[in-house]
């Protein structure tokens, strides 16, 4: 169980296109679902926390007009990087928590922009 | 306030012998603790939590911690590695609502044949 997917696990796109990114979570009903950004050989940084039917909550530093999410219902959220520039390339991962403290991460979508 | 110290970046063992990586935290509460491996190019998959139950936690492959609250420790171990256990290990402990992560820095373990 608590299994979680993101697709596309990933995406090429040319610098000022738009690119989005889905999380979710196939067993279970996830109550909040956080998106990190990840750079090579370092940690995970959370950019962002959303719960089902209302707004994230961004990080500091992190811009949320260009980092999208939508948290449509319990099992789906997205994340779209909005006009994308190089300095975006990264590994994205989300994860996902149900009512406990747990958090299911995903395989994670690499982004690389041109 | 909450935080995660991997007291080393990189472990290097060979095949069949003992694992130890430590972690230690540092929290105003009991928190929960969890360590969590991450193969190359994927995402972080769960290999055990302590959730102020049971001290020695088991989780999968053959790994367990203990928690020791007077060393604020939860150190990662397992009696004897195998290839397949050559990834990043991450040791997290959570906020106190329960809804935010605090990472450790990860430690790269390598296993030599």
């Known amino acids: 169980g608590a299994v979680v997917s993101q697709h596309p696990s990933r995406v090429i796109c040319k610098s000022g296109t738009s690119v989005k990114i889905e999380c979710r979570s196939l067993d279970f009903q996830a109550t909040t679902m956080f998106w990190y950004r990840q750079f090579p050989k370092q940690s995970l940084m959370l950019m962002a926390t959303s719960n089902e039917g209302s707004k994230a909550t961004y990080e500091q530093g992190v811009e949320k007009d260009k980092f999208l999410i939508n948290h449509a219902s319990l099992t789906l959220s997205t994340l779209t990087v909005t006009s994308a520039h190089p300095e975006d390339s990264s590994f994205y991962i989300c994860?996902?928590?149900?009512?406990?403290?747990?958090?299911?991460f995903g395989p994670g979508t690499r982004l690389l922009v041109l | 306030a909450q935080s995660v110290t991997q007291l080393d970046s990189h472990v290097s063992v060979s095949e069949g012998t003992p694992v130890l990586l430590r972690c230690n935290y540092s929290?105003?509460?009991?928190?929960?603790l969890f360590w969590y491996v991450q193969h190359p190019n994927k995402g972080l998959q769960l290999l055990l939590k302590y959730t102020s139950a049971a001290t020695l936690v088991k989780g999968i492959n053959g790994f367990e911690a203990e928690f020791k609250k007077s060393e604020t420790s939860f150190h990662l171990t397992k009696p004897s590695a195998h290839m397949s256990d050559a990834a990043e290990y991450f040791c997290?402990?959570?906020?106190?609502?329960?809804?935010?992560?605090?990472f450790g820095t990860g430690t790269s373990l390598t296993v030599i044949p």
């Open positions: 994860s996902a928590r149900d009512w406990g403290e747990t958090q299911y």
């Open positions: 997290v402990v959570s906020g106190n609502t329960g809804n935010q992560f605090y």
């Open positions: 929290s105003s509460y009991s928190p929960s």
